[in-house]
């Protein structure tokens, strides 16, 4: 009940769109003052939450102290390996970018415990440059262009000609990295799971608690907590997101949630065949989206690349119905010059385009996002389960 009670705690502090004082975050979960105090101030010491001065107020009574998120406290540190670059940043519990580091570089020409070691190396400096920073690095998340098994298997990585690597083992192999727990995923996965932070995941339900705090206006809301049932007025995301970079991913979000499939192997649309009898792929078929619309096909010219991507992208639409499909990595930054003709192949092959067009974006992280997501991937799992951190963290100083 503890654990639950702190992560509906912080969640109703992190959820806010101000800095709640304790009699607010009381109100907006139920829970009594006295609970809520002994809570805010287990957060507080474990470097989960700090305490703001108020406002100046112009009435009667004391202003109330403010709560918000701590930014020299646990941090992710998001990794992504592709064919032409490496890259690490660090980020805050508060979602804000505190390191960055990108290498440009072809790994395709390296094995994988080569390019893994230079990976963990650029990861070391980014760890050691944020704890210089007051932070303290409470894991880290790998994307990576290809499928991911339990463990960190990476099963295969067609485009940096991967097969069964186990990519945590050769990331521990860094000393500065050897105590740290670290994850793999797909790229656009994390991608995906990144963008829909920053875009948000739940409508602008929220009620007015106690000195104007706004506050979730349940608990179930302020808690994330997906088995508390669908908060009433709450509209959840759904969109597809698609990663342009020398292979194509997609990560599919629905209702607010990550859909991987059942092995975890959803989202391979670069190798949706578009042209069946058109050139072959490095996965053995012929005429797949990547061979028009990945990163060495655009760069070279390729007129097709655009009505390439509509076709694969209104099959998506009429099978899974989703509104939104949101262009990221190598495409975000051209998305004008792609737009037009994308649009044109939606309009012309989705069933129910003219019921509802559907909408077609940027991403917001741009070509970071699948790092970000990475680095949100672990905030997100701190933020979800403050118990687990503050026993870590006592555990660091017996």
């Not at 290809?146 to 690597?165: E, S, Y």
């Not at 995941?201 to 349940?218: I, K, N, Q, Y």
């Not at 998305?335 to 069933?351: K, N, P, S």
């Amino acid at each position: 009940m503890r654990a639950h009670n702190l992560a509906l705690v912080l969640q109703t502090v992190a959820n806010s769109t101000n800095q709640p004082s304790r009699a607010a975050v009381s109100a907006a979960t139920g829970l009594t003052r006295a609970t809520v105090s002994a809570l805010v101030d287990d957060l507080v010491s474990g470097g989960l939450l700090v305490e703001v001065d108020p406002p100046p107020r112009t009435g009667a009574g004391r202003p109330a102290v403010g709560l918000t998120l701590t930014s020299t406290g646990p941090a992710g540190l998001g990794l992504e390996i592709n064919v032409d670059y490496l890259a690490a940043c660090v980020v805050d519990l508060t979602g804000a970018v505190r390191q960055r580091f990108v290498e440009h570089a072809d790994q395709r020409p390296a094995d994988p415990a080569q390019a893994l070691a230079t990976l963990g190396a650029l990861a070391a400096r980014a760890r050691l440059a944020a704890e210089a920073d007051g932070l303290t690095v409470a894991g880290a998340a790998l994307a990576v262009p290809g499928l991911v098994a339990g463990g960190g298997l990476v099963r295969v990585a067609p485009n940096l000609g991967w097969q069964d690597i186990d990519a945590v083992a050769e990331l521990h192999r860094v000393p500065e990295l050897a105590d740290l727990p670290v994850t793999v995923d797909n790229e656009a996965n994390l991608a995906a799971l990144g963008e829909l932070r920053v875009t948000g995941a739940v409508g602008p339900s929220t009620a007015d608690g106690p000195s104007g705090d706004t506050l979730p206006s349940t608990a179930a809301e302020s808690s994330g907590n997906a088995g508390a049932g669908r908060p009433r007025h709450v509209e959840k995301a759904s969109f597809l997101y698609v990663s342009g970079e020398i292979g194509i991913g997609a990560g599919l979000v629905l209702d607010g949630e990550l859909y991987r499939g059942v092995r975890g192997w959803s989202g391979e649309i670069g190798h949706v065949t578009v042209y069946p009898d058109g050139r072959p792929c490095r996965c053995g078929s012929r005429g797949c989206l990547e061979q028009y619309a990945g990163q060495e096909a655009l760069e070279s010219g390729e007129p097709l690349a655009a009505a390439a991507l509509g076709i694969a992208l209104s099959a998506v639409v009429n099978l899974l119905d989703v509104p939104v499909i949101v262009l990221g990595g190598a495409y975000a930054p051209i998305f004008e010059r792609l737009r037009e003709g994308i649009e044109a192949e939606l309009r012309q092959r989705v069933l129910t385009s003219g019921l509802a067009p559907v909408a077609l974006r940027p991403a917001a992280l741009g070509a970071d996002a699948a790092m970000r997501g990475a680095a949100d991937a672990i905030i997100r799992a701190v933020r979800e389960d403050p118990a687990a951190w503050l026993r870590r963290s006592s555990q660091r100083y017996v």
